[in-house]
């Protein structure tokens, strides 16, 4: 028994020794990562959030300490990423497409600071009929094929609508944005060249790059949700029964419009709107972009010195995007869709099914 007490009393020596040496430190806990959310903030419940999710994770897991702030125009990009850089963050990680411009300028202005972006790829445009990708040595560009993961949603939409007719719409039409609505098209497409149908996609034209937007402002087409239940509310007028919104917050006013009509089935973008939004009986699936991977990823790298400037591309290969599970749509999809929609996105990954809309008949 003496023997016993003994060894447990030198094995709590032993740790008190190993947290006063450090050895009780998380790998991160002198690292400091700050970022920068676009309009509509952290709770968007879709971008921004699975973002600072992953980041979260970080803090949580890797002890690293962190900072995030919420823009709410474009005038405050500049003066966010310049706090940041007063602040000595080992990264700083700017979330979309609206904060490419200013992070480019920021990054070549202080070379040795570290920056992540997700959803932007630096390109050269002084000769406009010959962009040229750039490569910064201290920033890492986040980008997502959303328009593979999103093709396979339109497929699934054109298998399940009882109406035909689908839709979709963006908060503001950026690259980023249109993309799923590329993706989501040329799937409905595909499913009518390959049964012989004529499911309609409102909202969306693939051969014009035209169609709904909410505001060609960001801090209106992504946080407006009265208009996402108008909108909403006019694509149910004309026969959607299955809606694609791709506006974050915005998106949750057609939450609440398909609520109201009852037979709407929506599908949610980023994150998975069954948890997200809340609201599982109303999502068939969403198109999910892995975002919060990309940011404990990232942070990780700082933390090993491994960080790697240059272009991330997450696709169905790589796992940078997918579907989410059919939760309570599940039994309700006929197998054969299921089974088509799982040989589609090997076909996507072989190289063998195109994801471009104007690739199928119109």
Known sequence: MKRAVQASALVAILAMVAVACGG??????????????????????????????????????????????????????????????????ALIAPAGFNFGPATVESAKANPDQKYAIFDYDIFD???????????????????????????????????????????????????????????FSAGVRSYNQDNSTSVEVLGWNPETQEGTQISPDPAVGFDNAAEGRRVAEDFINEGADIILPVAGPTGLGTVAAAQDAGGVMLIWVDDDGCVSAESCPLFLTSVLKFLDNSAFN????????????????????????????????????????????????????????????TDYPA
């Open 298 to 357: 990232t942070t990780q790298d700082i933390i090993k010195g491994t960080f790697t400037p240059g272009l991330y591309v997450g696709t169905l290969e790589n796992e940078g995007v997918g579907l989410a599970p059919y939760h309570e749509f599940d039994s309700t999809i006929p197998q054969a869709l299921k089974d088509k929609i799982e040989e589609l996105k090997k076909g996507i990954i072989d190289g063998s099914v195109s994801v471009i809309p």
């Open 24 to 89: 009780g430190k998380k790998a991160g806990a002198s690292t400091h990562v700050c970022y920068a959310s676009d309009t509509g903030g952290v709770d968007d419940k879709s971008f921004n959030q699975k973002i600072h999710n992953g980041f979260l994770r970080a803090e949580k897991e890797l002890g690293i300490k962190y900072t995030f702030v919420q823009s709410t125009s474009a005038a405050d990009y500049a003066p966010i990423l310049l706090n940041f850089v007063n602040q000595d963050c």
């Open 125 to 183: 445009f002084s000769d406009p009929a010959n962009p040229k990708d750039v490569t910064l040595p201290n920033v890492r560009e986040l980008t997502y094929q959303t328009d593979q993961a999103a093709f396979l949603a339109g497929y699934l939409a054109a298998g399940m609508t009882k109406t035909g007719k689908v839709a979709t719409y963006g908060g503001v039409l950026f690259p980023t944005v249109t993309i799923f609505m590329n993706g």
